[in-house]
């Protein structure tokens, strides 16, 4: 056998006078290879799951905020006690992240995916029966904690579903889905209220069955090629942290803020303000497909270091507005810096360990909501001795992330930053 006679399944073949190389896939097999789980329309369903998957969190962790009041009459709690149920949803949530993508890559996306959406259906039903306001805490808590294994999982597996050149408007779409469910879920909430708060469990408990019929695709990954938590630890990761952690502390974790300055300092009405502060999350879901193909063009670093700058003058400027006009202005400006900045992060994250995606995305976002959480206890005690001066110093924390993105310089990966 000679170099000019190749051997028979290595280009020697014909097929309709044309040589044939039967090693080499076709084009429809290199497409599947390249997004796995996304050819077909089962592959399309799994796509648009993801999709309705990451409304899913937020949708559920706000869905209360309404209802508190109808919550303490119902089950006899004190206002305080019911205030609760936010918190026992979030807490968990952020803490549980910090190891929940690393875990869930290692047990399969798939299967944990799908466990994770049974656990919120179950306690989502049983918050629908809860008796008591302390039970009702416990339902929130496994609520929260099975939200931990589901928000990062599924942006990991969006990273495997699309092919590379769609990817960051496909995260940007993903983003716009999770802000749709942060601006539905007052919505939800309100109108379970009018009638009985229980439904809107019952409402959130029907959303997670249908969802657990397409996880995204992903197997075990046991032995050696299990991901470690280790290589998240590095400079880099934690740029990305801080980045994240203030992009909720000097931003989308101060709604608080801004409606105690619209009724105490412009006397804006409840009702008018909760209009005010709609443009916030709007932004995010109109523009997020948007920044995620814009930071295609310019870079997600320059456009989140730009985003971060924008946003700290405008969260500083809302804590000085003395019209409602003023303030719907800065705030929504602001909602659209954030949301451009939240875009790239993510965009970085998934990008940033290629074998362990699922852990750095559920890492960063740990540091994300931890950020909602020290917002009020670090800034509430500033706006009540100086208001301004709270919007000033939450929007300047913005100014970190700016700072952090640039200091990005050399991408692990060979992904263009």
Known sequence: MTDDHPPRGAGGNTMLG???????????????????????????????????????????????????PQIAHSLDASTSATTLTVTAYFVPFALVQLVSGTVGE?????????????????????????PNIALLLVVRAVMGTANAFISPLLLSGLADMVP?????????????????????SPLLGGVAAAANWRWA?????????????????????????????????????????VAAFVSYFGAAGLPFLVSLHAEEHLG?????????????????????????SLGDR???????????????????LT???HSLPALVLCWTG?????????????????????????????????????????????????????????FVIGGSSLLLASVGLAALRSPRTGNPI
């Open 18 to 68: 044309k040589p044939v190389d039967w090693q080499k896939p076709t084009r429809s097999a290199a497409r599947a290879q390249a997004r796995p789980g996304s050819s077909g329309q089962a592959g399309k369903l799994r796509v648009f799951a993801v999709y309705a998957g990451a409304a899913l969190g937020p949708l559920g962790g706000g869905v209360v905020a309404p209802m508190l």
């Open 106 to 130: 290692r047990w399969g996306r798939r299967r944990t995916v799908l466990l994770a959406y049974l656990v919120y259906l179950i306690a989502s039903l049983l918050g629908t029966i809860a």
């Open 164 to 184: 590379p050149h769609r990817l960051s408007r496909s995260v940007g779409l993903l983003a716009s889905c999770q802000a749709a469910g942060q601006s539905l």
């Open 201 to 241: 469990f019952v409402g959130v408990a029907a959303a997670a069955g249908l969802l657990a019929l397409a996880p995204p695709p992903g197997g075990a990954r046991p032995g050696p090629q299990a991901p470690r938590l280790r290589p998240l630890v590095n400079v880099r990761m934690g740029l990305l942290s």
């Open 268 to 292: 804006i009405r409840p009702d008018l303000t909760g209009v005010a502060l709609l443009g916030f999350g709007l932004t995010g879901l109109l523009l997020g497909a948007s920044w995620g």
């Open 298 to 316: 310019l870079g997600p670093r320059r456009c989140g270091g730009i985003a971060a700058a924008l946003g700290a003058v405008l969260v500083a």
């Open 319 to 321: 804590g000085s507005t």
């Open 334 to 390: 602001a909602g659209i810096a954030y949301s451009m900045l939240n875009v790239c992060l993510q965009n970085l994250t998934v990008r940033e360990v290629p074998d362990n995606r699922g852990g750095a995305l559920s890492a960063v976002s740990a540091f994300r909501f931890g950020g909602a959480a020290m917002a009020p206890i670090a800034l509430l005690p500033l706006y009540h001795t100086a208001p301004p001066l709270s």
